[in-house]
């Protein structure tokens, strides 16, 4: 047995609260390891009580993630008195071989036989309700749409700001054009998002900016006149709440604009300035002085000089940034917010922000930019959950035959807490990313991936214009306005009526908002069959998808239906089969 590869400790994802009864405890092995035990009692079981000593027992742990090279098991115990103390008795493929796995070291059976009180058991000490990680029960249920509001619709109502080019003129775009989509555009086409089967709309900032992405903000407090009023939010708000969609906006806490009024008094005014210490200066004085930040005078984002870095360190920063929250959550009623370059946030002020917030809304849904493994900033204080790019960059492996599929989301779903894992925010592509057509060599491909976006555990979200596999490979024309008016097009008005075919399959049937997922192995890695299971375990959903080249040939019972089909169809006869040709996925129950 290869000991060097068995790992658990006794906290973060190997050892956590599910709930305030159940301990989910978790342990890594090679694949050499045949079976998995935890043998557990409450430390405390030498007391008696009137039914006598009680010492906990032996519990046999199932295979819960397979990765590329090594096993995740898990159980779960529930400790009628809270405490927990235990070991892992792992048993081996070969030669009947069997090792106990303590804290301090590993054991032969006889060994520890023989010295008990030198091996150090695992301890949980208390399941106390307050560490038990939780996330808003909506979130899961939720399918969002994600929107450029100046990239999406113009109500065309009133002035802007700034000259905008013709909503269709994409030709030779440059990253600082306008095109004047504004809120009350949006709010005009709710319904079209209603239709769509959207449930939450995330917006790109909306606050006071000089630029078309509104990531340089000027005025935290203002939304952008090109954009709308404080009352043409409100109403926005209103309006998609009554169609049961939920609204996120972006908060662009990391940095600020280089027109932010604090930052200019400190530019202004050097070493007498307030607020000096709102941003990490090096280097006084910083009037005159151009160029990008790689001198270290400041620090900001990406050594963008407009973009000078938020100390929010400072208790006079995080006052600002949470009142100025509050104020989203108590005046416009939103339902979450998503933090812009979460991991460069301090931990401490998420943490002050999370407490603050979540007694003015307890339901509210806090979103961390993160692009990678975000488990320190999910253990319960700060965000409920973070943008997924880890499951994006899964997909893309999987698709250039680089990585099973089982093995890749098991990676991608073995990083966080089960309860976690309800609430990661899915997708195919974001404002920061290709469009996901331009990422698939045909349009199947591309069905292939939105199944897997709509029957994957987490929330899945659409880019605005993903719905008609709207193209843009780069930056700026990833961010090419809304194409209205092709919506009717023989070519368009298919895509859409897929997708919405699909967001209807995830939002009617719970085995695919569910935790629990079976794959199916098959001779070929490359096609892919797995089952989706309620959490009653009164459904059962199967999904299909045929990668490779060949045919692919599914039994298919009597009393089966196929939900969904991209070159699938079914055989005639006594046995029936379900054939997927090349680049097809079916869904069915």
Not at 167 to 173: A, G, L
Not at 375 to 388: K, R
Not at 487 to 509: C, F, G, T, Y
């Amino acid at each position: 047995m290869n000991i060097s590869a068995i790992s658990h400790r006794c906290a973060y994802t190997d050892s956590y609260p599910l709930d305030k009864d159940t301990l989910c405890l978790n342990i890594k092995t090679a694949y050499d390891v045949d079976s998995v035990y935890v043998i557990w009692h409450d430390p405390a079981s030498f007391r008696k009580t009137e039914d006598g000593p009680w010492r906990g027992g032996k519990v046999q742990m199932e295979k819960k993630f397979c990765l590329k090279n090594h096993i995740i098991w898990t159980c779960t115990v529930q400790p009628p008195f809270k405490r927990t103390e235990y070991y892992f008795e792992l048993h081996g493929k070969e030669n009947d071989e069997t090792w106990l796995c303590f804290e301090n070291d590993f054991a032969l059976p006889s060994e520890f036989a023989a010295n008990p009180e030198i091996y150090l058991q695992y301890k949980n000490a208390w399941l106390n309700p307050n560490d038990v990680v939780s996330v808003p029960s909506w979130v899961k249920d939720t399918v969002w749409y994600q929107i450029m509001p100046d990239r999406f619709c113009s109500a065309g109502n009133f002035p802007k700001r700034y000259k905008n080019r013709e909503w269709n003129d994409t030709v030779n775009m440059d990253w600082r054009d306008f095109f004047g989509g504004d809120l009350p555009g949006v709010t005009s086409k709710l319904d079209y998002l209603k239709d769509l089967g959207i449930s939450g709309i995330y917006f790109t900032p909306i606050f006071k900016s000089s630029s078309n992405h509104k990531y340089n903000t000027e005025d935290y407090s203002l939304i952008d006149p090109d954009f709308g009023s404080d009352q043409d939010m409100k109403t926005l708000v209103e309006e998609a709440h009554k169609r049961g969609i939920r609204i996120m906006l972006d908060a662009v806490f990391n940095h600020s604009g280089g027109d932010f009024p604090y930052w200019l008094d400190v530019v202004e005014n050097g070493e007498k300035s307030k607020y000096k210490d709102w941003f990490f200066v090096n280097k006084l004085p910083l009037k005159g002085v151009q160029g990008d930040t790689s001198d270290g005078r400041y620090f900001s984002f990406d050594f963008v000089p407009v973009m000078p870095k938020l100390n929010t360190n400072n208790p006079e920063v995080q006052d600002y940034l949470i009142n100025i929250c509050r104020h989203w959550v108590k005046e416009w009623n939103i339902d979450a917010i998503r933090f812009d370059v979460a991991n460069e946030i301090s931990h401490d002020f998420v943490k002050v922000l999370r407490r603050n917030l979540c007694k003015e809304n307890p339901n509210l849904f806090l979103l961390g930019e993160i692009w990678t493994d975000s488990f320190q900033w999910l253990a319960g204080d700060e965000y409920h959950s973070v943008m997924n790019y880890p499951f994006m960059i899964a997909i893309g492996k999987t698709f250039a035959h680089s990585g099973e599929l089982k093995h890749e989301m098991d990676k991608v779903y073995s990083l966080y807490y089960r309860q976690t894992n309800t609430a990661l925010f899915n997708f195919l592509d974001t404002h920061d990313t290709g469009r996901a057509i331009d990422a698939c060599k045909n349009i199947d491909e591309f069905y292939q991936k939105l199944l897997l976006l709509m029957t994957m555990e987490g929330t899945p979200c659409i880019f605005y214009g993903t719905e008609i596999a709207l193209e843009g490979a780069s930056g700026p024309y990833n961010r090419s306005p809304m194409p209205w008016d092709q919506l009717e097009k023989p070519e368009r008005k298919e895509v859409l009526s897929k997708v919405k075919e699909i967001i209807a399959l995830r939002n009617e049937h719970p085995a695919m908002r569910a935790e629990k997922i079976q794959y199916i192995p098959l001779e070929n890695k490359d096609q892919v069959l797995f089952k989706r299971s309620s959490d009653d375990g009164k459904e059962n959903i199967f999904v299909a998808l045929n990668l490779s080249e060949e045919d692919m040939e599914i039994p298919f019972e009597k009393g089966q239906e196929l939900l969904f089909g991209i070159n699938a169809s079914l055989s005639e006869g006594k046995e029936g089969k379900l054939l997927l040709k090349k680049d097809a996925c079916a869904l069915f129950i």
